[in-house]
Each structure stands twice: as C-alpha cells, then as structure tokens.
C-alpha cells in the first residue's frame, strides 16, 4: 500500500523474509528492517515511519539501519531544505553484491591455502579437509562466475 500501511500478506512476507535474513547472520531488527523497505510499496521510509510500522525503539531502529548501511543492503536520500532521511532497499544491485562475494571468496581462499603451507604435515587428516574445501572453493568461485556471465548475456 503506498500509504505505508502493510496488508496482512506483506505482514507475513516481512517476517517470512526476516527470519531467513536472520538465518544469515542480520539481527532481528536489522533483518526486519531490510525486509519492511523490500516488501513495502513505498519507494523509501523515513526513520520514524520504519520504527512506527515495527515497533522498534530508536535505538533498535537506528542499530538497525547502521548495520544495514554498512553492508550496503540499504541507502538513503535527502530532499532538499528536509533534515530527514529516506531509507531505500539496494536490492536492485544484487548483481554488484554477487561479484563482491567472489572477491571474498577468493581472499578466504587465498589465506586458506596459505594457512595450508604453514601447517605441520603431522595432521594430515585435518590439512587433507582444507586442502578439500579450498579446492571445493576455486570450483565454485569458476562454476560462480560462469553463471553470472550467463545471466548478463541472456
């Protein structure tokens, strides 16, 4: 609804939503908040308005949003002579946010594999897992990018 109120559906997709943000590693007020600016049909938010529709406090509500700037989930605008904030959902750059996991993907791997020469040749069994999951790495780091060439090109 573009007036800011949710229907009973978009309640349930909010929270269906957050739950998995949160099986993700987000907080339950941040994985809410990400979820209100993707499920709700307004463009932005404002910091009360995100805080009134989920009966945050101010300071889980401004953690919140911290959090998700940080990681660059979310944005936000001003408008000109207004002291507010309009908080956006940057899902329309997921493609962005792909391509930045496969460079950590590749820095992790690249100290994995560093880890593995310094270790004793005494834990062969437990070397042999690393050596195991940095391979399983460089796999899906190539296969990973394949598919995103793909998907551009279609």
């Given at each position: 609804m573009?007036n800011?109120k949710?229907?009973?559906?978009?309640?349930?997709?909010?929270?269906?939503?957050?739950?998995?943000?949160e099986?993700f590693?987000l907080?339950?007020?941040?994985?809410?908040?990400?979820?209100?600016?993707?499920?709700?049909?307004?463009?932005?938010?404002?910091f009360?308005?995100?805080?009134?529709?989920?009966t945050l406090s101010k300071?889980?509500?401004?953690?919140?949003i911290?959090?998700?700037?940080?990681?660059?989930?979310?944005?936000?605008?001003?408008k000109l002579?207004?002291r507010k904030?309009?908080?956006f959902?940057?899902?329309?750059?997921?493609?962005?946010?792909?391509?930045k996991n496969?460079?950590g993907?590749?820095?992790?791997?690249?100290?994995?594999?560093?880890i593995?020469?310094e270790?004793?040749?005494?834990t062969?069994?437990?070397?042999t897992?690393?050596?195991e999951?940095?391979?399983?790495i460089?796999?899906y780091?190539?296969?990973?990018?394949?598919?995103i060439?793909?998907?551009?090109?279609?």
């Amino acid at each position: 609804m573009e007036n800011g109120k949710l229907t009973e559906k978009q309640k349930e997709l909010l929270e269906a939503y957050g739950v998995i943000q949160e099986q993700f590693g987000l907080s339950p007020a941040a994985a809410r908040v990400n979820a209100l600016l993707t499920v709700i049909d307004k463009k932005e938010l404002t910091f009360d308005e995100i805080r009134e529709i989920l009966t945050l406090s101010k300071s889980a509500t401004s953690n919140a949003i911290n959090n998700l700037m940080t990681l660059n989930y979310i944005g936000y605008r001003t408008k000109l002579g207004e002291r507010k904030r309009y908080f956006f959902s940057r899902m329309d750059q997921w493609k962005e946010s792909f391509k930045k996991n496969m460079t950590g993907f590749r820095e992790y791997n690249k100290v994995m594999k560093d880890i593995l020469i310094e270790r004793t040749p005494e834990t062969k069994e437990y070397n042999t897992k690393i050596k195991e999951l940095t391979e399983f790495i460089d796999y899906y780091i190539e296969e990973a990018t394949k598919i995103i060439d793909d998907w551009e090109k279609r």
